[in-house]
């Protein structure tokens, strides 16, 4: 079994986001389920940010993800699956409303989190220049892609910027909005997602909410501290909205157990897993689009 190395968790009870002061809210439970390791979920007085306390250190999480650890992924993690193209092109053309001022042929792309490289290899086809950051075992084979941001030269700068999924699982999520605003041109975009703990699933369940999952989730942002960090680190939000993490209503019913042999377990599911859960209360992420201005 995996083992946690606590001389790499250190404690944090100043807000990452702001540097505010926090209290602790709940006790969590570690990702991997064979741990027994308990740690803080604290949350920011200021700007009402979440983290794990204590917090790794950056050079150790990227261990653990190069070693695919069940601390930090779930064990049959093996990158993203493909999406159908016509997801991708809707992806890229909605990107292009926000960057007129340029050919595509013309942009140079960056993703942090690319995972197994399915949206990085169709920006290939249309952009410029692509480059890829991935730290986990699962990283794609290809030119300019990379373990750490640190490796892509400073002499390189982009016009499109994703960093999907990827900032909730850092040590410092406002240092890495700061890189990446360095490797920017300017009127560049960036497009973000993560944890939204003003969902009203996260307010219910707290600790129990289904994002909490240490050490591979650490960070749980509220709309003030995603303000924050964009304008801490020279961004400016120009979009943000809270969505399900599911695409579409049909998903959700077709992803649905309809198995009617135990009705009571059946309406239980019906009820409080489909309809509240995931309907009322199941828009538990954010999606901020920022520019360089």
């Given at each position: 079994?995996?083992?946690?190395?606590?001389?790499?968790?250190?404690?944090?009870?100043?807000?990452?986001?702001?540097?505010?002061?926090?209290?602790?809210?709940?006790?969590?439970?570690?990702?991997?389920?064979?741990?027994?390791?308990?740690?803080?979920?604290?949350?920011?007085?200021?700007?009402?940010?979440?983290?794990?306390?204590?917090?790794?250190?950056?050079?150790?999480?990227?261990?653990l993800y190069k070693n695919s650890s069940e601390y930090v992924v779930s064990p049959d993690y093996a990158g993203s699956d493909e999406l159908k193209r016509e997801d991708f092109e809707k992806f890229f053309?909605?990107?292009?409303?926000?960057?007129?001022?340029?050919?595509?042929?013309?942009?140079?792309?960056?993703?942090?989190?690319?995972?197994?490289?399915?949206?990085?290899?169709?920006?290939?086809?249309?952009?410029?220049?692509?480059?890829?950051?991935?730290?986990?075992?699962?990283?794609?084979?290809?030119?300019?892609?990379?373990?750490?941001?640190?490796?892509?030269?400073?002499?390189?700068?982009?016009?499109?910027?994703?960093?999907?999924?990827?900032?909730?699982?850092?040590?410092?999520?406002?240092?890495?909005?700061?890189?990446?605003?360095?490797?920017?041109?300017?009127?560049?975009?960036?497009?973000?997602?993560?944890?939204?703990?003003?969902?009203?699933?996260?307010?219910?369940?707290?600790?129990?909410?289904?994002?909490?999952?240490?050490?591979?989730?650490?960070?749980?942002?509220?709309?003030?501290?995603?303000?924050?960090?964009?304008?801490?680190?020279?961004?400016?939000?120009?979009?943000?909205?809270?969505?399900?993490?599911?695409?579409?209503?049909?998903d959700l019913f077709r992803n649905f157990n309809w198995n009617f042999k135990n009705p009571i377990k059946f309406l239980y599911g019906l009820i409080v897993r489909l309809f509240l859960k995931q309907i009322?209360?199941?828009?538990?992420?954010?999606?901020?689009?920022?520019?360089?201005?």
């Amino acid at each position: 079994m995996d083992s946690l190395e606590k001389k790499y968790l250190k404690g944090k009870s100043s807000c990452p986001i702001c540097n505010g002061r926090s209290k602790v809210i709940d006790n969590v439970n570690t990702m991997n389920s064979n741990s027994f390791e308990i740690l803080n979920l604290r949350e920011c007085f200021i700007c009402g940010h979440w983290w794990i306390d204590p917090m790794p250190d950056q050079e150790y999480l990227l261990e653990l993800y190069k070693n695919s650890s069940e601390y930090v992924v779930s064990p049959d993690y093996a990158g993203s699956d493909e999406l159908k193209r016509e997801d991708f092109e809707k992806f890229f053309n909605n990107i292009l409303k926000y960057l007129k001022f340029k050919e595509p042929k013309e942009l140079n792309y960056l993703e942090v989190g690319c995972r197994s490289g399915y949206l990085l290899n169709y920006f290939k086809e249309k952009v410029n220049l692509c480059f890829g950051v991935e730290p986990g075992s699962w990283r794609p084979k290809g030119e300019n892609i990379v373990s750490s941001i640190n490796e892509i030269p400073d002499d390189i700068k982009f016009d499109i910027v994703i960093i999907k999924d990827v900032l909730e699982h850092l040590e410092n999520p406002l240092e890495m909005m700061k890189k990446l605003r360095s490797l920017a041109n300017y009127k560049a975009i960036i497009i973000c997602s993560f944890p939204n703990k003003d969902s009203l699933i996260a307010k219910f369940f707290i600790g129990r909410w289904a994002m909490i999952g240490p050490i591979g989730h650490l960070h749980y942002f509220s709309s003030k501290s995603t303000d924050k960090m964009f304008k801490n680190s020279s961004w400016t939000v120009i979009n943000k909205y809270s969505y399900w993490q599911v695409k579409s209503f049909f998903d959700l019913f077709r992803n649905f157990n309809w198995n009617f042999k135990n009705p009571i377990k059946f309406l239980y599911g019906l009820i409080v897993r489909l309809f509240l859960k995931q309907i009322i209360m199941g828009k538990d992420q954010w999606r901020a689009v920022g520019k360089y201005r």
